[in-house]
């Protein structure tokens, strides 16, 4: 049974952003201060990563844990409306790896992040930077 009403359910997920969530600006902002330029959401490309390398063809993908279904206590599915939130996440992850198949196969690599490796900026840097320039 959902807890909140109809009319609070609606506010709470129109506030749920798509783009520039603060998982992925913490991403931008350290790629931003080690001198990293880069394009964001590109349309042309499979899943709008959030993060593109055009040029050296990488793609970062910042996932926040609960929508893209990880395994960990932050994405762990809410006890009410299971009905609607396992097959939502399921297709979430599908297309996500549908998305990274494509990108795949024409040639980009694929960076997925979550939301809580964020949480140890200091471990997540060198392999962000690894990526990027390996």
Not at 8 to 17: A, E, H
Not at 102 to 108: K, N, R, S
Request: with cysteine.
């Amino acid at each position: 049974m959902d807890t909140r009403s109809p009319a609070q359910r609606r506010r709470i997920m129109q506030s749920v952003k798509t783009k520039d969530t603060g998982p992925e600006m913490i991403v931008r902002r350290m790629l931003h201060d080690h001198g990293y330029r880069y394009r964001l959401h590109r349309k042309d490309l499979p899943g709008r990563p959030d993060i593109v390398f055009k040029g050296r063809r990488k793609v970062i993908f910042v996932h926040g844990c609960f929508w893209h279904g990880h395994g960990c206590s932050k994405g762990k599915l809410p006890k009410s409306k299971l009905n609607y939130w396992q097959p939502k996440i399921e297709q979430n992850k599908t297309r996500d790896d549908r998305n990274i198949a494509e990108l795949e196969a024409a040639g980009w690599k694929v960076l997925v992040i979550w939301q809580c490796e964020l949480a140890n900026s200091e471990a997540l840097w060198p392999w962000i930077q690894g990526f990027v320039d390996g």
